[in-house]
Nanobody, 118 residues
Framework: QVQLVESGGGLVQSGGSLRLSCAASGIIFSIYTMGWYRQAPGKQRELVASIRSGYNANYADSVKGRFTASRDNTRNTVYLQMNSLKPEDTAVYYC????????????WGQGTQVTVSS
């Protein structure tokens, strides 16, 4: 059974920081591209960052220079360090794992709420 479990969300003031974690189980973690998505109320889910093993992470323009994605394949965990948070970063953040291997294999976490107050 595949599980992606996010943690680390919460309420923070504008300019503050949070670190999200996503622990994966039931998959060969190292072969998956791991992504962080977010969805604000009334908006579509958007990709925030993605990271493949051995490659630099890619970021949405809105978070470049403020967010850093990293992964630890020994712990089957991906992280999202969020600095200089803004109220517009308020959203539910979701962890995603996907790989194209004999078809598309994709999994989602349950999401964690991040709220940035002004």
């Amino acid at each position: 059974q595949v599980q992606l479990v996010e943690s680390g969300g919460g309420l923070v003031q504008s300019g503050g920081s949070l670190r999200l974690s996503c622990a994966a189980s039931g998959i060969i973690f190292s072969i998956y591209t791991m992504g962080w998505y977010r969805q604000a109320p009334g908006k579509q889910r958007e990709l925030v960052a993605s990271i493949r093993s051995g490659y630099n992470a890619n970021y949405a323009d809105s978070v470049k220079g403020r967010f850093t994605a990293s992964r630890d394949n020994t712990r089957n965990t991906v992280y999202l360090q969020m600095n200089s948070l803004k109220p517009e970063d308020t959203a539910v953040y979701y962890c995603n794992a996907h790989v194209v291997l004999a078809g598309v294999n994709e999994y989602w976490g349950q999401g964690t709420q991040v709220t940035v107050s002004s």
